[in-house]
């Protein structure tokens, strides 16, 4: 039976909604001051946030005064744009002048009046290998669909959320070779002889090789993973779509250090379950700062026994021929060390290799899992062999199942756009177009690296509001208060939870039905590192729970926003675009006046 709750009961909750937190409302911030000179200055960055681009005019009285802009304090210093919901969109910026030039040929792949994007996708071939990674599907059938029609029809009905400053955006698909280390290296050759602006990787196996060569060319890439070590490393030319590694690595050590450390392995099989714990370390090669995470464990008197690493593949789904490789030796070693308790940086391949060796070791551990990629989500994670599932516990970026009203959200974007029933989406896409999109409306109308590095590190945080438990807290930069400059969104707070095979319950994320439920315990709590608490109720039911079913009255308000302007969007009238797109490339026009202000 699915576990539900009235989010009435809860208090100081945030869940992680990757697909609808770009069009919620932002985090409650201070009211916006306001000054005669338009062009003045009348507010500062937001804690964490640098200083806006210049040519954005974020924080002058013009951006504040722009129609599009909502000033309320609900949406923050800067005020905030539409998306599908009033007050949902990006920071207001000012609005170019009739006539007025933008930066022209600013950067490689940049003219005056376009940006020119590579957007990789898996080959055909593979189509079936990313289904477990939310593969795409026509709004109003939900029957199969492809990769090209879902990123051609996110970015229609969400450009116009965002300042272009006259330039279309050029998109060219680019089909994988491969996913061997020369096939990716060839596919960077030719996608750099391209000279795009970006690079937006869609295989969800992460092409890790492909991703890291293009950073290293200084093309801007965003990949599906980037650990912060090989962000850095390549600053500001590589991003990523997924977690925030070394975030999920902070909260990870706390919780084992703070109610996990020095007790009996409690939730482990019968053959650990009265042994003090010992904890096995099994991560993807330069995934996580490993010497801050031991560092922080030590602070709690905790260490590793037994530890493992293996290259991974740059994705959550990893590569099952490294994981079948790797996992016997990984295993047999914990089991010998006497480890009880398994801490996870890993993939879904890999945690099913190692939970499948392990029954056949007769070895029935403890599995933390970290929050450090998608493996724990329930669609993902059924996957894993059920005995040892059941075992499964820890911190996730997910959180409680929450049906989005069918006016907001991605459904609501695509409705607002398209009309009822068209078009076709996916979970893999949003994020890598929202960083695009966003990079663009932030850097201002001279668009070059430095300013779309600067731009999206000045953009105030969005979700972490203890009010509002529908968005975790997501930002670049400084700004979601982590001590580094993160180039993954985040989230930056985490939610515990457990995991119970043989339930049946709505994936979070992917919102489909699956034999294998995730649990978050105590009235599912999102925290950030340093204010976890000392306990959890683990694998207790009576207080966990796998859905929300209402609203909660303390967030901001999901407004649906105004119509799209007539004869504008599909929707109101326009003959043009049609859903789906032809081809392997095509140019999507600014179109300002498609949405307005509250």
């Not at 439920?517 to 340093?530: E, I, K, L, Q």
Request: a neutral charge; aromatic letters at 10%.
């Amino acid at each position: 039976m699915m576990a539900r709750t009235r989010l009435s009961r809860l208090s100081r909750t945030t869940v992680a909604l990757f697909a609808v937190a770009v069009c919620l409302p932002a985090a409650l911030l201070a009211s916006p001051g306001f000054a005669a000179d338009s062009t003045k200055v009348v507010v500062q960055p937001p804690k964490g946030a640098v200083k806006p681009v210049a040519g954005t005019g974020m924080g002058t009285q013009a951006a504040l005064d722009n129609p599009r802009c909502n000033t309320d304090a609900v949406y923050g210093v800067y005020g905030r744009w539409n998306t599908a919901v009033i007050g949902g969109g990006p920071a207001c910026v000012v609005p170019p002048a009739a006539g007025a030039k933008n930066g022209g040929a600013s950067a490689t792949g940049v003219t005056a009046t376009s940006v020119k994007i590579v957007a990789i996708i898996p080959s055909p071939d593979r189509s079936t290998q990313q289904a477990g990674a939310a593969p795409p599907v026509y709004v109003g059938d939900s029957s199969k669909s492809t990769w090209e029609n879902a990123i051609h029809d996110y970015l229609f009905a969400y450009h116009d959320f965002y300042e272009q400053w006259g330039r279309s955006i050029d998109v060219t698909y680019y089909t994988s070779s491969g996913i061997d280390e020369t096939a990716q290296r060839a596919d960077a050759v030719a996608i750099a002889a391209m000279k795009p602006f970006a690079v937006l990787n869609f295989d969800s196996y992460g092409l890790e090789t492909l991703v890291a060569t293009l950073a290293k060319d200084k093309i801007i890439v965003n990949g599906y993973v980037s650990s912060l070590s090989k962000a850095q490393a390549a600053a500001p030319y590589r991003w990523g779509a997924a977690v925030d590694t070394d975030a999920a690595a902070a909260s990870s050590a706390e919780v084992l250090g703070k109610q996990l450390v020095g007790k009996k392995a409690e939730f482990g099989g019968d053959d650990v379950k009265s042994q003090t714990r010992k904890l096995g370390l099994v991560t993807i090669e330069d995934f996580i700062d490993l010497p801050r995470f031991k560092n922080t464990l030590a602070q709690y008197k905790g260490k590793i026994v037994s530890e493992a690493s293996y290259p991974g593949s740059g994705g959550a789904l990893g590569d099952p021929t490294v994981a079948q490789q790797n996992a016997p030796t990984i295993v047999s070693k914990m089991k010998a060390d006497g480890v009880t308790t398994v801490v996870l940086f890993t993939d879904r391949s890999m945690n099913v290799a190692l939970m499948e060796q392990a029954t056949q070791q007769n070895w029935f551990p403890e599995w933390f899992y970290t929050g450090s990629g998608y493996s724990d989500l329930p669609v993902l994670a059924q996957a894993t062999p059920d005995e040892q599932a059941q075992h499964g516990f820890g911190i996730s970026n997910f959180g409680p199942y929450y049906k989005v009203p069918a006016n907001v959200g991605v459904s609501g974007a695509f409705t607002w756009y398209w009309g009822a029933g068209a078009g076709t989406t996916t979970g893999v896409v949003p994020g890598p177009l929202n960083w695009l999109l966003q990079g663009i409306h932030y850097a201002g109308p001279d668009l070059t690296v430095k300013n779309f590095q600067q731009g999206l590190f000045s953009a105030p945080p969005t979700g972490g509001n203890p009010k509002n438990p529908l968005v975790a807290l997501t930002g670049y930069g400084r700004t979601t208060g982590l001590p580094y400059d993160a180039y993954t969104p985040g989230p930056a707070d985490f939610m515990a939870f457990f995991m119970d095979p043989y339930t049946t319950a709505i994936s979070p994320g992917t919102g489909t039905s699956v034999k294998h439920a995730s649990f978050y315990p105590n009235g599912a709590v999102r925290h950030h590192s340093g204010d976890w608490p000392k306990s959890t109720d683990w694998f207790d039911k009576s207080t966990s729970i796998t859905e929300f079913t209402e609203y909660p009255p303390g967030a901001p308000p999901l407004t649906p926003a105004p119509p799209c302007a007539a004869n504008q969007c599909p929707s109101t009238g326009a003959t043009s675009p049609t859903p789906g797109v032809t081809g392997t490339s095509y140019s999507v026009t600014p179109t300002p006046a498609a949405t307005s202000g509250a």
